[in-house]
Nanobody, 122 residues
Framework: QVQLVESGGGLVQPGGSLRLSCAGSGSIFSLYIMGWYRQTPGKQRELVAA???????NYADSLKGRFTISRDNAKNTVYLQMNSLKPEDTAVYYCNAGGLQSSLRTGPYDYWGQGTQVTVSS
């Protein structure tokens, strides 16, 4: 049983930064790829970024340069550093993970966290 627990969301002013964390538990083979999706009301979840256990990454083109994904394999934890935040980054951010059969280019994957709210507002 894989569980993903997010933390780090909250309210931040435009131009500010936040770091999200997602701790995974369960089989490490099910955590080969870990990443983040986000969703706003009335819209589909969209990829933010994903990373393999080997460090390969995939980002949404529109977020490159502002968001950085990283992971600590020893802790089964993935991080999302978000800088220069804009009001349009306001969303629920979901941690997502998949096993060895997964590919960076074909998410989302099998396992989801409960989501954490990020609100960018003055």
């Amino acid at each position: 049983q894989v569980q993903l627990v997010e933390s780090g969301g909250g309210l931040v002013q435009p131009g500010g930064s936040l770091r999200l964390s997602c701790a995974g538990s369960g089989s490490i083979f099910s955590l080969y790829i870990m990443g983040w999706y986000r969703q706003t009301p009335g819209k589909q979840r969209e990829l933010v970024a994903a990373i393999t256990s080997g460090g390969s990454t995939n980002y949404a083109d529109s977020l490159k340069g502002r968001f950085t994904i990283s992971r600590d394999n020893a802790k089964n934890t993935v991080y999302l550093q978000m800088n220069s935040l804009k009001p349009e980054d306001t969303a629920v951010y979901y941690c997502n993970a998949g096993g060895l059969q997964s590919s960076l280019r074909t998410g989302p994957y099998d396992y989801w966290g409960q989501g954490t709210q990020v609100t960018v507002s003055s």
